[in-house]
């Protein structure tokens, strides 16, 4: 079974960058999509963005496609959100996912495997 964890979500400032890291492990991930998806609180998930393993095609949200960027590293089976002048309304809990069944990608009831999410923070 894949087994996904998250790590480097931590308190920045507004303006700052970060990387998170998805690691993939129990799986291989040339068929799938990888999404990453973020939950504030009180709010519903929301979709972020998503990449496709093979080619690295990539499509992200309305709100984050001019600051964010989806990566992976074929080597290592790890997936990577570069985050850009981060806002306060970029403050969620990320989730990496995974698609194996190459559905619509913002959907979240097509991802199978989850991580437990890592908490991004952005204040002054």
């Known amino acids: 079974q894949v087994r996904l964890v998250e790590s480097g979500g931590r308190l920045v400032q507004p303006g700052d960058s970060l990387i998170l890291t998805c690691s993939v492990q129990g799986g291989t991930l040339s068929m799938y999509v990888m999404g990453w998806f973020r939950q504030a609180p009180g709010k519903e998930r929301e979709f972020v963005g998503a990449?496709?393993?093979?080619?690295?095609?990539?499509i992200y949200a309305d709100s984050t496609k001019d600051r964010f960027t989806i990566s992976r590293d074929n080597v290592e089976n790890q997936l990577y959100l570069l985050m850009n002048s981060v806002k306060p309304e970029d403050t969620a809990v990320y989730y990496c996912?995974?698609?194996?069944?190459?559905?619509?990608?913002?959907?979240?009831?097509?991802?199978?495997?989850w991580g437990h999410g890592t908490q991004v923070t952005v204040s002054s």
């Open positions: 996912a995974a698609n194996p069944g190459r559905l619509v990608w913002p959907t979240p009831q097509n991802y199978a495997y």
């Open positions: 990449i496709r393993w093979t080619d690295v095609a990539t």
